[in-house]
């Protein structure tokens, strides 16, 4: 199986601040990569697939990039309904995996 | 609009056997692949099983290999999942989610609000 590995696990950071998160998969998936966002007692939702292409309806301010192994979700300018958690998501292989996750928070 | 709506959750006793359920409307469900992702209280997420569009592709989590079967219904537009021999580690919320195309692999959106299930004694 493929293993997803997210970085930070949990971050912490202002309103207005630039965010990045990592995801990093064990073996190439080319951009076979999904991005979602879940806010506490809700169901997660797509904000980026394919790696880079933004879902719609998803703020401009959020936005993928990478290929091959290495991934990152990166949001321009947060907003306070960002703080959420992320997870990533490979659709190369199945098993269909995720990372653990990243915890943003409001500093 | 796109709705898909799960049940069948519940208590249930290590060992036994649940089935649930996801009634997918707003979408015609037989030209899409669907999935069953859950999550344990206080974790990440987890895919379990997907279905192709025509029940040609099935997949399975390794943790529920053997004891979960996926199937779906196009004529009644439901997905379902029968999970046998249920353990304590198949605690969960579990969601419906609906793939982009016909085949398994590919992202997921939108998804339910999940139906959840406890096994314990």
């Known amino acids: 199986d493929i293993q997803m590995t997210q970085s930070p696990s949990s971050l912490s950071a202002s309103v207005g601040d630039r965010v990045t998160i990592t995801c990093r998969a064990s073996q190439s998936i080319s951009s076979y990569l999904n991005w979602y966002q879940q806010k506490p007692g809700k169901a997660p939702?797509?904000?980026i697939y394919a790696a880079s292409s933004l879902q719609s309806?998803?703020?401009?301010?959020?936005?993928g990039s990478g290929s091959g192994t290495?991934?990152?979700?990166?949001?321009?300018s947060l907003q306070p309904e960002d703080f959420a958690t992320y997870y990533c998501q490979q659709s190369y292989s199945t098993p269909d995996t995720f990372g653990q996750g990243t915890r943003l928070e409001i500093k | 609009e796109v709705q898909l709506v799960e049940s069948g959750g519940g208590l249930v006793q290590p060992g036994r056997s649940l089935r649930l359920s996801c009634a997918a409307s707003g979408f015609t469900f037989d030209d899409y692949a669907m999935h069953w992702v859950r999550?344990?209280?206080?974790k990440g997420l987890e895919w379990v099983s997907g279905i192709s569009?025509?029940?040609?592709?099935i997949g399975y989590a390794d943790s529920v290999k053997g004891r979960f079967t996926i199937s779906r219904d196009n004529a009644k537009n439901s997905l379902y999942l029968q999970m046998n021999s249920l353990r304590a580690e198949d605690t969960a919320l579990?969601?419906?989610a609906k793939s982009p195309g016909?085949?398994?692999?590919n992202w997921?959106?939108?998804w339910g609000q999940g139906t959840l299930v406890t096994v314990s004694s």
């Open chain 2, 102 to 105: 016909l085949e398994l692999l």
């Open chain 1, 57 to 63: 309806g998803v703020p401009s301010r959020f936005s």
């Open chain 1, 70 to 76: 290495d991934f990152t979700l990166t949001i321009s």
């Open chain 1, 45 to 47: 939702k797509l904000l």
């Open chain 2, 39 to 42: 999550q344990a209280p206080g």
């Open chain 2, 94 to 96: 579990y969601y419906c």
């Open chain 2, 53 to 57: 569009w025509n029940s040609g592709s």
């Open chain 2, 108 to 110: 997921f959106d939108p």
